[in-house]
């Protein structure tokens, strides 16, 4: 079967027994009956397995390719559960360019659990390779990245992570699993912060987390249990039915972005734009190779800082708030949003400068989004002239 349809099947005819309900109902219980002593329905209590849980937990699996799934209460849960099945000493090679509560929860919270981590360029296969250390135990892939879009080679990482005996990880929250499959890649663990484009319609916080191999299963399933951070009956269905429409979603979110990308390439008001779809973006051929799509998410740079403020506060349509995925187009501004407690100079050395804007194009009309984007940066760019600003 086609993911298309995969997608738009989940839990179709799992409640056959019960009710044929073609929806798969939300099992809000916490506990349920045991038949007689030794026995059980395959449910005992709620943080172990939920029915609905269950069913999107069985879906994620499918669609990604992986042994085993797991639905957590947020995409950060998820992350803290996979660094669950590591110990004090173990060194992670990371990408540089990462988002700022992967880089928060690694350097405030795990440093203190004895966990260390080097941020490296992933996409120079010879300096990850160079950051390899006795006590390294794996490498944790985000790509594209937030919110520069660039692209890692997965098998590439894959390939050190073989030669050294380490797991890679991925986040897949950019792609989706409509996109790219990091596990067909011969990557190990794969998550994703649910809360964006598998959810979709930025009403559901959720983390998922996908396995290959059936020893790391296990060994995340016993964390899963045993950490707790799952996610409850009522997400998870409101999850699954995000993720009924996402190859929907995901098609029309990259006919935008393509519009939205070469529409600002073209602006007086902006100097870069970061696309990976666009075919002079430095990873378009590496993204080509290991994805079927480019997802939407675009970022660019405007001319002045002091262009920022206005921009936002003429944005129409495109909402200033902080997520990204979803149906309704949003604008981000890293700096002083997702990536505020990067410390300024790591921001600046990976290009997270203060003039930087991240676009999660929505699946409006194109036509609507386009007019939004130019009313904004028109009156940006005549609001930074009077400032004072450098507008060239
Ligand atoms: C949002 C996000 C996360 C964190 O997920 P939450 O659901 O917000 O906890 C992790 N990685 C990436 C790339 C994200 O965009």
């Not at 079967?1 to 916490?30: C, K, W």
């Not at 262009?307 to 129409?316: D, E, I, K």
Request: net charge negative.
């Amino acid at each position: 079967m086609h993911i298309e349809t995969r997608l738009v099947q989940i839990g179709v005819g799992a409640e056959d027994r019960n009710t044929g309900a073609v929806s798969f109902p939300i099992y809000q219980a916490t506990a349920y009956r045991h038949p007689t002593l030794g026995e059980s329905t395959g449910f005992d209590y709620t943080r172990t397995a939920n029915p609905t849980r269950s069913v999107l937990e069985a879906a994620i699996a499918e669609v990604e390719n992986g042994d085993a799934g797991f639905a957590c209460a947020s995409g950060m849960a998820a992350i803290q559960t996979i660094m669950a099945l590591f110990s004090q000493g173990d060194h992670f090679i990371v990408s540089l360019d990462l988002y700022g509560g992967t880089y928060r929860l690694f350097e405030q919270v795990l440093t203190r659990y004895g966990l260390s981590f080097s941020y490296v360029d992933l996409r120079d296969p010879a300096q990850a390779e160079a950051a390899v250390r006795p006590e390294t135990k794996a490498i944790l892939v985000e790509t594209p990245t937030n919110p520069l879009m660039q692209v890692t080679d997965i098998r590439a990482m894959v390939a050190i992570a073989k030669k050294y005996n380490l797991l890679t990880i991925v986040d897949n929250t950019f792609m989706s699993p409509y996109f790219q499959r990091p596990l067909d890649l011969g990557a190990d663990l794969v998550f994703h912060s649910a809360t964006k484009y598998l959810g979709g319609h930025n009403d559901v916080l959720a983390g998922l987390i996908v396995t290959k191999g059936r020893e790391l299963s296990e060994k995340v399933k016993y964390l899963h249990n045993s950490i707790g951070a799952v996610l409850g009956p009522q997400d998870s269905w409101l999850l699954i039915r995000g993720m009924k429409t996402l190859a929907l979603r995901m098609e029309r979110h990259q006919e935008n972005a393509f519009r939205v990308a070469r529409f600002l390439r073209e602006h007086p008001a902006v100097t870069d734009v970061f696309y990976p779809g666009l075919a002079d973006h430095p990873d378009h051929e590496v993204q080509k190779r290991q994805a079927s799509g480019f997802s939407g998410m675009v970022s660019f740079r405007v001319r002045d800082a002091k262009q920022v403020a206005p921009f936002l506060r003429h944005l129409r349509i495109i909402s200033f708030a902080e997520s990204l995925g979803g149906v309704e187009s949003l604008c981000t501004y890293p700096a002083t949003q997702t990536h505020a407690d990067i410390p300024a100079e790591i921001r600046e050395k990976v290009g997270v400068c203060d003039r930087l804007i991240r676009l999660s194009v929505g699946v409006e009309h194109g036509d609507d989004l386009i007019a939004d984007l130019r009313q904004a940066l028109d009156a940006s760019l005549e609001a930074s002239l009077e400032a004072g600003g450098c507008t060239r």
